[in-house]
């Protein structure tokens, strides 16, 4: 299983990102994908659930009207359209996925900062 996140960067406030997940070694349609945050000496945060259809999101309430995800079961990537940027939204953002066997897989995340 591999989760490889990619598109972080610095950016203004008010500004937009796109991060973007890819995803192999598993039955990628099967499996709902989560994005998460950490923020420096804060606890890792869920961000955004995605169903294995994409048919239901469910977001944290700090990030919902601003940020988006998608997912590709085509080509087995999840995005995050991240819109109206704020400080409070540095963070390293990691994709990550349970499987049946209940063992959770991690990508290395990415990094967003959102700076003046």
């Known amino acids: 299983v591999q989760l490889v996140e990619s598109g972080g960067g610095l950016v203004q406030p008010g500004g937009s990102l796109r991060l973007s997940c890819a995803a192999s070694?598993?039955?990628?349609?099967?499996?709902?994908i989560n994005w998460y945050r950490q923020a420096p000496g804060k606890e890792r945060e869920l961000v955004v659930t995605?169903?294995?259809?994409?048919?239901?999101?469910a977001y944290a309430d700090s990030v919902r009207g601003r940020f988006t995800v998608s997912r590709d079961n085509v080509k087995n990537t999840v995005d995050l359209q991240m819109s109206s940027l704020k400080p409070e939204d540095t963070a390293v953002y990691y994709c990550?996925?349970?499987?049946?066997?209940?063992?959770?897989?991690w990508g290395q995340g990415t990094q967003v900062t959102v700076s003046s």
């Open positions: 995605v169903t294995r259809d994409g048919g239901y999101t």
């Open positions: 990550n996925v349970v499987l049946w066997t209940r063992k959770d897989y």
């Open positions: 070694g598993f039955t990628f349609s099967s499996y709902n």
